[in-house]
């Protein structure tokens, strides 16, 4: 079983920056694909960026292209997510998760095993 728990996340101002962290424990020689997702009041969880088991490959939703970047450090067994010049649209709660299966980088909720109980970042304008 792995356990993922995010922190970092906080109240800033637009134009601010702010960088998640998921820290991993249990077994995460099993995760292989990590992923950042956010949910904002009455609105579905989305995806937000995808990496790699090795960290060569990410994918990121067109929102937040060219202002985050995600990234991790398998020794440290540590996913981040650093964000920039941030919006009130980025206010959601950003959870973390994880594949088991070593496959390509997907970006729906479905394929990933283990997530993380979130962190609220609210942006204010």
């Known amino acids: 079983q792995v356990q993922l728990v995010e922190s970092g996340g906080g109240l800033v101002q637009a134009g601010d920056s702010l960088r998640l962290s998921c820290a991993a424990s249990?077994?995460?020689?099993?995760?292989?694909?990590m992923a950042w997702f956010r949910q904002a009041p009455g609105e579905e969880r989305k995806f937000v960026a995808t990496i790699s088991w090795n960290g060569g490959n990410t994918y990121y939703a067109d929102s937040v292209k060219e202002r985050f970047t995600i990234s991790r450090d398998n020794a440290k067994k540590t996913l981040y997510l650093q964000m920039n010049s941030l919006k009130p649209e980025d206010t959601a709660v950003y959870y973390c998760a994880a594949d088991s299966v070593l496959r390509s980088l997907r970006t729906t909720t479905n394929w990933y095993d283990y997530w993380g109980q979130g962190t609220q970042v609210t942006v204010s304008s």
């Open positions: 249990g077994r995460p020689a099993s995760i292989y694909t």
